[in-house]
């Protein structure tokens, strides 16, 4: 009885730890860690997706820390954080005028950044 009792208190214990994790917790450091990341740098490479004539987003949960970037070669696979969120923005003028900075996909490509899509997580609610 005494080892019941003992194994009931231990399984709660363990089942509140295994919740998720308070305002302050890992996951909100790393969110800040995203967001001041992000700050600095652009969501999207030199390459644009041709049907577009500029980068697009390919939204992931918003819960995903790394993605993977597919080479073809030896040890060319990356896997890389995940800093950008997602947010409707204006992608400005450049990439409809007649100047697009942006680098037409490659006859035969040899990375997936050359494809034009890059990954970028989903807004939270």
Do not use: C
């Not at 214990?13 to 994790?21: E, G």
């Not at 302050?24 to 600095?40: H, L």
């Not at 997602?86 to 100047?99: L, V």
């Amino acid at each position: 009885m005494k080892h019941i009792l003992i194994l009931t208190a231990v399984a709660g214990i363990v089942s509140m730890l295994a919740t998720d994790a308070p305002a302050g917790g890992p996951r909100a450091k790393a969110a800040r860690k995203a967001a001041y990341f992000a700050d600095g740098h652009p969501w999207n490479g030199n390459y644009a997706y041709t049907q577009d004539g500029g980068p697009v987003a390919l939204v992931t949960p918003p819960n995903a820390d790394f993605t993977t970037a597919w080479g073809w070669g030896v040890t060319s696979t990356e896997v890389r954080p995940l800093w950008h969120q997602y947010h409707r923005a204006d992608p400005g003028p450049a990439m409809f005028g007649e100047y697009n900075p942006y680098l037409p996909t490659p006859l035969y490509p040899s990375h997936t950044d050359q494809f034009g899509v890059y990954p970028v997580r989903a807004p939270w609610r």
